[in-house]
C-alpha cells in the first residue's frame, strides 16, 4: 500500500475506532429479538447494522436472504450466539450451507431462550437457492416454529412461514438484494418486505443498505445502514446504524474459519464459521 493510500484511510480507521470505543459505554436494554425475521443472525450482520440482504455471502445467509447462498461452493458450517449474560435473553443460531454449481441447499436454527414472557421461539429453517443466470438468484425457505416442551426432537414443527429472496449483481461492485416475508403469529400472506444494496466504495470499504417495509395493521419501515472496512485480508472493522441503534463489530479469518464479534445495546455476539 502506498503513502497516499494509508493517509486516504486514516480518517475512516479512526472514526471505525471511535465508534467502537463509545459502543462500550452503550447502555443495555432488553434485546428485541425478532421471531422469524433475520435481524440479529450472526456477528458479521450485526455488526454492519443488520443490513445484510444485499450481502449474504455467508453460511447464515439462509437466514438472511436465501438467494445468497449460491455464492460460495462447497461445505460451510456455522455459529453464533450472545456472548456474555446468558442468564435471560439468550438468542443462539447455527446452520450447515452446502453448494454446488448454481444449486445451494441449507439447514439452519435460531432459538431464543429464557426470555421474561416465558416464551421459546424455536425455528428450523430449509432452504433452496438456484442461480439463474450470472445476474440473478433466487432462493426460498419454509419457516417452521417448534414446539415447547417436547420429549422428541422436531425436524419440522407445528406452525409454516416462509421467506422468498432475490440476489441482483449488476457489476463487479454492486448487489441488490429482496426479501419477501410471512411471519409468525400474522394474517396475511406477505408481513414483511426489505429491500437491500451494497457497495464497494473501495477495495477496502463494503456500504451496505437495507430498507424493510413492515405490514401490519399500519405499515411501518425500518433502516439499516453499514460499513465494512477490511485493513487486510484477515482483520475487518464494521459500525452500523440498526433502526436508531448504534452497533459495531470487528472479524477475523484464518485459513478457512472466520470468527466475528459484534455489539449493540451493549451487548455482546459472536459467531464462527468454518468452510469445509
Same mark, same amino acid.
Given at each position: ?42 456477528? +458479521? ?25 449460491? /455464492? ?73 416454529? +417448534? ?6 426432537? /422436531? ?77 487486510? +485480508? ?30 449493540? +445495546? ?11
Amino acid at each position: 500500500m502506498s503513502s497516499a493510500e494509508k493517509a486516504g484511510d486514516e480518517p475512516l480507521i479512526s472514526f471505525i475506532l471511535y465508534i467502537l470505543f463509545l459502543c462500550q459505554f452503550a447502555i443495555s436494554e432488553t434485546m428485541p429479538y425478532e421471531i422469524d425475521r433475520p435481524l440479529y443472525v450472526g456477528s +458479521r450482520p450485526l455488526g454492519m447494522g443488520n443490513a445484510y440482504i444485499a450481502v449474504a455471502d455467508d453460511a447464515e445467509a439462509g437466514f438472511w436472504n436465501p438467494a445468497g447462498l449460491i /455464492q460460495h461452493q462447497g461445505v460451510r458450517i456455522f455459529a453464533s450466539g450472545k456472548l456474555l449474560d446468558r442468564g435471560e435473553n439468550v438468542f443462539d443460531s447455527k446452520c450447515v450451507a452446502y453448494c454446488y454449481r448454481d444449486t445451494a441447499l441449507f439447514w439452519g436454527n435460531k432459538i431464543a431462550l429464557r426470555l421474561k414472557n416465558g416464551d421459546i421461539p424455536d425455528y428450523n429453517y430449509y432452504s433452496l437457492a438456484q442461480k439463474l443466470n450470472s445476474h440473478i438468484a433466487v432462493g426460498v425457505s419454509a419457516k417452521f416454529k +417448534r414446539r415447547h416442551p417436547s420429549d422428541y426432537y /422436531q425436524f419440522f414443527g407445528y406452525k409454516t412461514d416462509y421467506d422468498v429472496g432475490f440476489l441482483i449483481k449488476s457489476d463487479s461492485d454492486s448487489l441488490y438484494g429482496l426479501l419477501i416475508q410471512k411471519l409468525d403469529n400474522q394474517k396475511q400472506w406477505i408481513n414483511a418486505i426489505t429491500l437491500g444494496s451494497s457497495y464497494k466504495i473501495s477495495e477496502k470499504v463494503l456500504s451496505v443498505c437495507d430498507i424493510a417495509i413492515l405490514i401490519d395493521k399500519k405499515s411501518s419501515l425500518e433502516t439499516h445502514f453499514g460499513l465494512e472496512y477490511n485493513i487486510n +485480508r484477515w482483520l475487518m472493522l464494521r459500525v452500523g446504524i440498526s433502526d436508531k441503534k448504534t452497533t459495531t463489530g470487528i472479524g477475523i479469518n484464518v485459513a478457512n474459519i472466520k470468527f466475528d464479534y459484534a455489539m449493540i +445495546r451493549g451487548l455482546s455476539f459472536i459467531s464462527a464459521q468454518i468452510q469445509l
